[in-house]
């Protein structure tokens, strides 16, 4: 860092410049409420390269990754402790940067009380972050158990943050053999699903204005065949997901097409669309349809036996395997 500051005064530094509170911890009530938590680490080099992923991005996706499992649950986020881990090669304009992105996550999802600490890192950049979210006792007894039959919805395209991935990845191979600058203004719309990803709070306001709930939802972070891997898995099911349902934009296709790449492949084993899937029980299937129309039913749930099926337009059925994000 150019500019020389203890840990404190660079920790007061960034609070200042933000709506959030530094709190050392959640004072909350466990009376009336359930508490859970999540955490999640973002590392250089693997989760993200800071060639392409702009520091202000970096922050506010690190803090959705966090959030996502918490709302998946339909719990409510409301503390989050953090560690950041800052190598020398970072300046304090730098931090300035990752912080305005991760407090302006805070701040859209009315998490107010947040715990701070820095590390230094001889070369790599990480982010670890631990939030925990609150769901009244009376809505979390009253969950519907997740059983055989059950729909299975994801609440928005596939695939396109796999896809962004992959084009970054090409421009800076480019660069670093010919020095030719990226081009990527014809990219703009399927590049953000990668480097700057958002959650739908809308979803989550309707399902707490009515009586609708999910029997289980997943963060989709690895793909949607690990996602339903892992409902299946903790729920002992098996689920039928057919090929044809799997909601992929125009552009993601297009784009998968350019670089050679199947655009269901990238849905199902891409990763970090950051999305949602959710259970519903079949008897709530009209009203799912109805006051929840940006999902897609893409599936059901069945018995353990039957085992976890991708289902062909053909109606011929093959096994779903989970091979999660890999370059």
């Known amino acids: 860092m150019t500019k020389k500051m203890s840990k404190v005064s660079i920790i007061d530094h960034l609070f200042d410049k933000c709506k959030i509170k530094y709190s050392y911890d959640n004072n909350l009530d466990n009376e009336s409420q359930i508490i859970s938590s999540s955490h999640c680490t973002m590392l250089e080099g693997v989760d993200f390269d800071l060639t392409f992923n702009p520091l202000t991005h970096l922050g506010y996706k690190s803090v959705i990754k966090s959030l996502g499992p918490l709302y998946a649950k339909e719990f409510t986020p409301i503390f989050s402790s953090i560690i950041i881990s800052i190598p020398t090669k970072l300046s304090l304009s730098n931090i300035e940067e990752l912080w305005t ?14 715990n701070l600490d820095l590390q230094p890192s001889n070369n790599i950049l990480s982010i670890s972050i631990t939030t925990q979210g609150k769901q009244e006792k009376e809505r979390f007894v009253q969950k519907p158990k997740c059983v055989s039959g059950d729909l299975i919805c994801v609440s928005s395209s596939l695939g396109a943050a796999y896809i962004g991935a992959q084009i970054l990845h090409r421009e800076k191979r480019v660069f670093l053999e010919s020095n030719i600058q990226p081009k990527l203004d014809n990219y703009k719309d399927i590049l953000r699903f990668y480097l700057s990803p958002t959650i739908d709070k809308e979803l989550f306001n309707i399902l707490k204005k009515t009586d609708l709930s999910c029997s289980y939802g997943v963060f989709n972070r690895d793909g949607l065949a690990d996602s339903i891997k892992l409902i299946c898995n903790n729920n002992s099911l098996g689920a039928k997901i057919f090929a044809n349902r799997i909601p992929i934009a125009q552009y993601t296709s297009q784009v998968a097409q350019e670089l050679n790449l199947d655009p269901l492949t990238a849905a199902f084993n891409g990763g970090e669309d950051y999305n949602f899937i959710f259970t519903f029980p079949l008897s709530q299937s009209q009203r799912v349809i109805k006051e929840l129309p940006q999902l897609d039913i893409i599936g059901h749930t069945c018995d353990i036996d039957s085992g976890v099926k991708l289902i062909s337009p053909d109606g011929s059925e093959l ?8 370059y």
């Not at 992105?101 to 947040?114: N, R």
Request: charge should be negative; aromatic fraction near 10%.
């Open 101 to 114: 992105g991760i407090s302006k996550a805070f701040e859209d999802h009315s998490v107010d009380s947040v």
């Open 319 to 326: 096994e779903l395997k989970a091979q999660a994000w890999d």
